[in-house]
C-alpha cells in the first residue's frame, strides 16, 4: 500500500517539475474586446456592452465605480510598492469569446496550448468533478461532469449564474462581500468579469473537487473575478483554484472577490494555490458566512506574486458553526506576503481554528493580520490561533499583527505564535548525511510547513512541495 | 591508497586551538577507538573531518583514499563515504525520517538514476528490524521529540542505510542503556569488513568490550598521548586519564 502511494507521489512530483518550468511563457492574442487603457464611466458602460449586462448590474457596476473613487486604501496597507500602483495604466477588460467552450477542442489552439502547459486537461480527466479556465477576463473553457449536473450542481461563469440563475445569484450576489467593504471590493464590483457561480443543491455532497484555474497572459492587465458559492442545506464541496502569470516588466493587477454562503450542516472546503509572477499585486477579498453547524475550510497558499494582500474571512452566523483558516505564505526575494485571516463569531457555541505559517526568504516580507472577535453576549465560542514563522536569510522579515477582541466569560481563546531561524546545525547535519545545502534547506522548509502541507489534496501537496523547494533553490544559489 | 589519513593537523575554532600536529591512519576494514576527558578535542577531530566550516585549519591535511578534503563542501565529503554519528543529533521538526533517509541516499545518485521506492522501505524496515525499531518510527519526525537511545539509534540506522566506508561515532554509547548497547554493538559489528572502516568516540569502555577495535586511543590536549591495544582501556580504567597525560604515555 505505502509503496504504490509513494510512487505516486514522486512520479507526480516529477510532472509537476516538468509543468512549473513551462509556466512562464505567453502567446499573442488579438482580443476582439478590449476596453483599453484606463479606468471612468465609459470603460464600465464598454464591459457592460460586451457582456450583454441586465440594467441591474450595469448600475450595480457604476455604483461600484464611484466607491471606489470615494474610498481611500485601507490604512494598514503602509507598503509603497501598493500606492505606487497607477489605476490609469491598467487595461480591464480583455476577451475574445464571451462564452466559454464545453470542450477542449473547440477552444482555441494558443489558450488550449496554455492549459495544456499548465497540466488542466490532464487533472481534469484523473481527479476532478468540473473544470473552468480562465484566460484574462474571460473563461475559455467550463465543463462538469454530466452526473453532477443531473443532481442540479450549478458550476459555471459568473456572467452565467446571473442570467440563468438569477433568483439564487441575486439573493446572495454582494450579500457576503459589500461593494462598500474596501477599495479593492469596490474596484471588483465595477469591473467585474469570469470567476465561478457554484451552486450544491441540498443534501449533494460532491465527491470530487471542482478546479477553476485562473490564467493572467496579457501584459500591464487586471483580472477581475468574482466568484460566488452558495452550498445548501447538508450539501458538501471542495472548490479549488490555482493561479499563474508569465513574467511582465510592467505591473499587472489582480483583485478578485469571493464569496461563499454555507447554509445549515454543510460543508466548504476552498483551496487556493496562488502562484502569480513577481510583478503581480494580488489583492484579493475573500469571506465566507457559516450558517448553523455549517463547516468552512479555507486552504489558502500564497507563493507568488509582487504583493498579496489577503486575509480569508468566516462570518460564523449560525448556533454551532465552525471555521478552519489554514494558510502558508512564502516571502521570496522583493516579495510581500500580507495575508492573515479574520474569524468573526455572531453566534453561540461557534469555533474557529486559525493556523498561519509563513517561510520569508532573502528580503522577502511575510506578515500575518488577524482579527478573532467573540462578542459579550455569546457563550461556549472558542478560537485557537497559531501563527509560525521561519526566517531563511538574515535580512528576511516576518510581522505578527494580531487583533483579538473577545468579551464574556464563558468563551475560550487561545493564541500562541513563533519566529524561528533555519539553523547551521540543521543544515551542517543534513549536508554530513550528503544533502546539499540548497536541497537541505528546502527540507527543513518543507518540514516547518509539513503539517499544512498535508491538509491539502495530494495533488496539490505535491505541487506546493515542488514550489517550495524551487524557491528555496533559488534563494540559496 | 585507500586510507582516512590526518596528518600534522592543527585546527582551530573561534581563535582557540583545539588539535595541534594530529597525525592519524586508518587503514580499510580497521576500527579505533579515542578515548579521553571532555574538551580534549575528540568532537573537534570529528566535525573537522565533516567538513564543518566553523572549524579553520592552519596546518596539515585531511586525505581520503589519497585526496584532500580540506576545503571541501560537507555534503561532498559525505559522498565520499564519510559518515558522522553525531553526539548530539540535530532535530528536524516536520522532516521523517523515511524521507531524510530516502533524500539522503538519492542525493548519492545522479539525478535522472532510478530509484524504487519498493525496494528503499524493504531494506529500511530489515534495517529497522535489526535495531529493534519498531516500523511506526520510520515517519517520525527526525530527531523531533526522540529520546537521548532514540537518536542514538536513528543515527545507526542512517549509517547502515547510507554504507559509508569511513565513519566516526561520537559518543553513540551514552545515552543507551546495556541493551541498547548490545544491539548497536552487534549491528556495527555486522557492517565490519575491508570495505568499512570505524572510529569510535567514548568515554567508556562498555561498547569497545563488544567491539574490540583493533586500535585504541587516548587523546590529550588536542594530541594523541597513547595508543595500543584494549589493554590499554583496561590500564585506563585502573590508572585514570591523568597517568596518559602527553609525554608520560605507555
Known sequence: MIFSERAKEREAMDNFQQSMDEANFRCDV??????????????IDYISDAKNDADWIRKFRHAALEKFYETQLPKWVTNADVHSLDFSRIRYYLANDRAPKTSWENVSPDIKETFERLGIPEKERKFLAGVEAQFDSEFAYSRMREELGKQGVIFVDSAEGLNKFPEIFRRFFGTVVPVSDNKFSALNGAVFSGGSFVYIPRGVRVKQPLQAYFRINAENFGQFERTLIVVDEEAEVTYMEGCTAPKFETSTLHSAVVEVVALKNSKV???????????????????AV??????????DCNIGSRVTVKYPAIYLKGKGAKGEILSIAVASDGQIQDTGAKAIHLADGTTSNIVSKSVSFQTGMASYRGIVSIPNHLKGCKNNTRCDALLVNPTSRTATFPKISVAGNENIVQHEASVSRVSEEQIFYMQQ???????????????FINDLVREFPMEYSVEMKRLIEMQTEKAVA | MKALEIKHLKVSICGKVVLEDFSLRIAPGEMHAFLGKNGVGKTSLAKVIAGDPNYEILDGDILMDGESIIGKRPDEIARLGFFLAFQNPVEIPGVSVANFIRAAMRAKLPKEAPFSAVDFYKELYAKMEILHMDRAFSSRSLNDGFSGGEKK?????QMMMLEPRYAIF??????????????????VNNMRSENFSALIITHHSKLLEQLRPDFVHILSAGKIAASGSMELVENLEKFGYDFFREGEGA
Open chain 1, 433 to 447: 548525511r550528503g544533502i546539499p545545502e540548497a536541497q537541505a534547506m528546502s527540507l527543513s522548509v518543507n518540514g
Open chain 1, 290 to 299: 457559516a450558517h448553523e453547524c455549517a463547516e468552512i475550510k479555507w486552504i
Open chain 2, 170 to 187: 561520537d559518543e553513540t554509547d551514552s545515552g543507551l542503556d546495556v541493551d541498547a548497547i548490545k544491539i548497536v554493538a552487534s549491528a
Open chain 1, 269 to 287: 472546503q476552498y483551496v487556493t494555490v496562488q502562484n502569480w509572477s513577481s510583478n503581480v499585486f494580488n489583492l484579493v477579498t475573500k469571506r
Open chain 2, 153 to 157: 539509534r536513528c543515527e545507526i540506522l
Open chain 1, 30 to 43: 488579438d482580443y476582439k474586446y478590449d476596453a483599453g487603457v484606463g479606468l471612468s464611466h465609459q470603460t
